[in-house]
């Protein structure tokens, strides 16, 4: 009797799968997929005709990826092999259950993937610090988050792996980004014109957000065997795309302003 339910099982089973319905699962997989990279490049031209929408538009275009992908694969299986309901139920628990011994990491970042887009620690165009990488979330998708670096690289990580380990978001959803720029004189040096000259420079950048303030934070450090004054600027820039760019226009406008008004840097007593 257990031999004839094993026979018979496999013959709903090739009946199930037959020529006809691979081919329906082929082409609505592939449906599936266009749709999915048509929206993901329509968000993308909206994007640019709407830049101040950005993150809110990618958020909206990756929750529509996951819906599609989930609701679609499991309409496009239960509408073409259209299976007997007992079968469906013990083939859910077969699958379940060897699923979870041979892809256990694999459902724990689904199940993070879940807790990410509703519990949202980060944002899509967010960006990050995660372990010893830096740069922008791209795509949160079903297992991994892709993060692309300053240096164009695109990392790939599992989503379980925010779940755990610290994660820390420079703009939270925001296109505004604080930056921090360490700028070091010598002890003799005049703190009022130094605190000034950066100022200035900052509020006078093309890429400064002025809606926030410029603060300062000021104390002696040391450098190597010298000891020095750091004058720490903490300045808003106005798309975090601009992040470097910004960055770099100040570093290079106060070193130049520093020379012109003699402010001392620091510097080894040899050198004095």
Not at 56 to 75: K, R
Not at 254 to 264: H, T
Request: glycine share 6%; no cysteine.
């Amino acid at each position: 009797m257990n031999e004839g339910n094993i026979v018979n099982d496999l013959a709903v089973v090739v009946e199930l799968f037959n020529i006809y319905a691979l081919l329906l699962l082929f082409i609505g997989g592939f449906v599936l997929w266009a749709l999915n990279w048509g929206i993901s490049k329509a968000s993308l031209k909206i994007t640019e005709k709407l830049p101040t929408r950005r993150f809110l538009i990618l958020q909206i275009t990756t929750l529509i990826g996951f819906v599609l992908y989930t609701v679609g694969s499991a309409a496009l299986i239960i509408g073409v092999l259209q299976p007997p309901k007992e079968f469906m139920l013990a083939a859910g628990g077969s699958i379940a259950v060897a699923l979870g011994f041979a892809l256990k990491d694999i459902a724990a970042s689904l199940v993070a993937g879940l807790l990410l887009l509703f519990d949202r620690p980060f944002r899509v165009g967010d960006r990050v610090s995660f372990a010893d990488v830096y740069g922008e979330i791209v795509s949160i998708g079903l297992r991994t988050v892709r993060l692309q670096t300053l240096d164009d690289n695109l990392v790939t990580i599992p989503n379980s792996r925010f779940i755990t380990d610290v994660v820390a978001s420079g703009n939270s959803g925001e296109l505004d980004m604080m930056i921090v720029t360490d700028f070091h004189v010598g002890l003799d040096a005049d703190l009022e014109d130094a605190k000034a000259i950066i100022e200035e420079v900052i509020v006078t950048s093309r890429y400064a957000y002025l809606k926030k303030p410029v603060s300062f934070a000021i104390e002696e450090v040391e450098i190597g065997d010298m000891l020095a004054i750091r004058l720490r600027s903490k300045a808003y820039v106005l798309d975090v795309h601009y992040e470097k760019a910004f960055q770099s226009d100040i570093v290079v406008r106060v070193s130049k302003r520093f020379q012109e008004q003699q402010i001392p840097r620091p510097r080894r007593g040899s050198d004095a």
